[in-house]
């Protein structure tokens, strides 16, 4: 039986029979489930319930406040029924089976334990997977605790929580890494025997996070609660979820960055794209060549050092997301390039709008050897620092007619035997590209999948004469019916969908350019964001279904000519948590999740992510009622 994209239950005992099972399961999809929640293990009730004048009710799938008018009725209190009444509490939705018994028990904060268990002990081969185990442990500790408001007054049971992990060599996420789970829980006396199954240190750590959002801090009790039973059944259906950030149009402190990460980890996102460089600035430290940072970082402070990237990379990790770092060419770049001869071309030139899309412009020169020298030391730089297995090459929004104007470019074109047509300078952006891809395989001692963005190279009739779709993966930002996607997909590209009219999360402000609105308007509410289903917009452009293993996801992305530290956390969230359920579980209509949706906000509110306000408390406290 499937009940709202996941089998979705809520039982009291688990010795349910099957019949009995299916016919619960057919009633609560049909008209929700009227709570009757129990506290296991509490002290006697109180006199007095004066200070709780509302108590809140499931019914049809609700919670509502029913007006506790003498102060003697034990109250439910709101966090506790919406635990209790489907549709639940989890963000993103489950993909598989899901059963949650409506009998709570308090359990006890400072007793909580995490380990980890492989099925052949410990060993030096599994040290670095117990080490991210613990901090993951830690981790999930520090977050329970944030739900406490006030002080605990009741102190349950000892939760005890194992990890058992299979695969004990994965450490970092890799494309279509198993980050697949199973989550148990039963009681015992005393205690809560909690167990997470999984392939994967990423999947064991998926488990956690759904883990925390079934713990709630009830305000009635004064103490943690959470389901006595569960079993929950997950993967995700995407392999890249993944948010893209800017720092080179402003600054982000590395704080920030770990911030966004965080909030990453609680929507089981797992790509955390670096768009590190630009022609506005080059915040990255170069130890190959200095002089890029000098000159290209906005000051002294604002520079993303060795160590900042290593912190961030282990930090990123213990969270199950992985650094891809993109250096972005032949164009988008500029400051910090003033030192190095013929290497740049059009760098600040003007009027800009002749050169670039923005300024200040600025192209890398195909035809320099300097330039590539430099190329491969930059490589080398981000090679020592990542362990990603994919490396974005940027490759967007390149200038024909800088390189046009450009006597050095022209006249070098001409001792290679190519013109000035358009196909000319196509030919020699492709064996830039080309050549670009072998320096980083020497330097990366392996072949890995580049990605690169939609261009003008990866226009109608071209995509497959310049690029190989065995070596490459092509990141749309166009518009999610662009007729080319259908194209780049049924000539073997995988892609990742970024399609600017759903995911470009900088539009929809004022212009940074001249007046009016920004080039991207209008604003992108997350209803929009929920419903961007790849495989959807995939089929609508008539591709055959059994192409669309070559959706491999989406990516949010946020560009910050017009953010910084002060606003990166509520223009990123929470509409790329209406993202993550879309790649983790095609969401489905957004009304449907609204309520999980306020909700799920609200826990990012808990654990200091900052996310944007989307409706007023109101609608959260009277589901249904806000459309």
């Not at 000051?299 to 997301?321: H, M």
């Not at 071309?345 to 035809?367: A, I, S």
């Not at 049924?490 to 999360?505: E, M, Q, R, T, W």
């Amino acid at each position: 039986s499937v009940c709202c994209g996941a089998e979705l239950v809520y039982h009291r005992r688990r010795e349910l029979g099957t019949h009995a099972m299916k016919q619960l399961i057919s009633l609560l999809c049909l008209v929700g489930l009227v709570s009757s929640v129990q506290i296991q293990d509490l002290d006697s009730p109180k006199d007095s319930y004066s200070d709780q004048p509302w108590s809140w009710e499931c019914s049809n799938n609700k919670c509502t406040k029913q007006l506790n008018q003498d102060g003697t009725k034990h109250p439910t209190s709101f966090e506790v029924c919406r635990l209790t009444c489907a549709p639940g509490v989890l963000w993103p939705k489950p993909t598989g089976t899901v059963v949650i018994s409506n009998t709570l028990v308090p359990i006890n904060i400072n007793t909580i334990f995490v380990k980890s268990s492989f099925s052949g002990g410990e060993s030096s081969t599994n040290s670095a997977v117990r080490g991210l185990v613990k901090k993951a442990g830690k981790r999930f500790v520090d977050n329970i605790s944030a739900k406490v408001k006030g002080t605990i007054r009741v102190l349950g049971k000892n939760p005890t929580i194992t990890l058992n992990i299979r695969d004990e060599s994965v450490t970092v996420f890799q494309q279509h890494a198993d980050e697949s789970y199973q989550l148990d829980v039963s009681p015992n006396s005393g205690e809560v025997t909690i167990n997470i199954a999984a392939e994967t240190f990423l999947g064991g750590r998926h488990g956690l996070e759904t883990l925390s959002q079934l713990i709630v801090f009830d305000s009635v009790s004064g103490g943690l609660v959470m389901p006595s039973e569960i079993r929950i059944v997950d993967k995700p259906k995407y392999t890249h979820r993944g948010i893209l950030l800017d720092t080179a149009r402003n600054f982000v402190s590395l704080d920030v960055i770990k911030k966004t990460i965080e909030g990453m980890a609680m929507n089981k996102l797992n790509t955390f794209h670096w768009h590190i460089t630009d022609s506005h600035s080059f915040p990255f430290e170069s130890k190959s060549y200095p002089q890029l940072t000098k000159l290209g970082a906005y000051s002294p402070s604002k520079v993303y050092t060795e160590d900042d990237i290593a912190s961030l990379v282990e930090f990123s990790s213990v969270r199950g997301v992985r650094v891809l770092p993109e250096f972005d060419a032949p164009a988008h770049v500029g400051e910090g390039w003033q030192w190095a001869d013929d290497a740049t071309v059009c760098v600040n030139k003007q009027p800009w709008r002749d050169y670039c899309v923005e300024p200040p412009c600025g192209q890398l020169n195909p035809t320099s050897e300097k330039m590539y020298s430099i190329l491969e030391g930059i490589y080398k730089d981000m090679e020592k620092l990542f362990d990603s297995d994919i490396f974005h090459m940027g490759g967007d929004e390149v200038n024909i007619n800088c390189w046009n104007t450009t006597d050095i470019v022209v006249e070098n074109m001409k001792k290679k035997g190519l013109g000035q047509s358009d196909e000319d300078f196509h030919k020699l952006w492709a064996d830039f590209q080309d050549r670009a891809a072998r320096i980083h395989e020497k330097v990366a001692g392996k072949s890995k999948k580049i990605v690169l963005w939609t261009s003008t190279l990866t226009e109608k009739g071209k995509v497959d004469k310049y690029l190989d779709n065995k070596k490459y993966i092509i990141q749309i930002w166009t518009l999610g019916n662009d007729p080319v996607i259908a194209e780049l997909v049924n000539k073997g590209f995988p892609v990742i969908f970024s399609n600017y009219d759903a995911l470009y999360f900088d539009c929809g402000f004022g212009a940074w350019v001249g007046t009016g609105n920004n080039w991207c308007s209008p604003y992108i509410p997350w209803q929009k964001v929920y419903e961007n289903d790849p495989v959807k917009l995939l089929n609508r452009l008539g591709v055959n279904e059994t192409l669309n293993h070559l959706v491999l996801g989406s990516e949010a992305t946020l560009w910050t000519e017009q953010a910084d530290d002060q606003s990166v956390g509520n223009r990123l969230w929470p509409r790329a948590a209406a993202m993550a359920e879309q790649l983790w579980s095609n969401g489905g209509k957004w009304d449907e999740a609204e309520h999980r949706f306020l909700l799920h906000r609200q826990r990012m509110v808990e654990y200091g992510i900052n996310p944007d306000t989307v409706e007023p408390e109101w609608c959260l406290q009277n589901p249904g009622n806000c459309y």
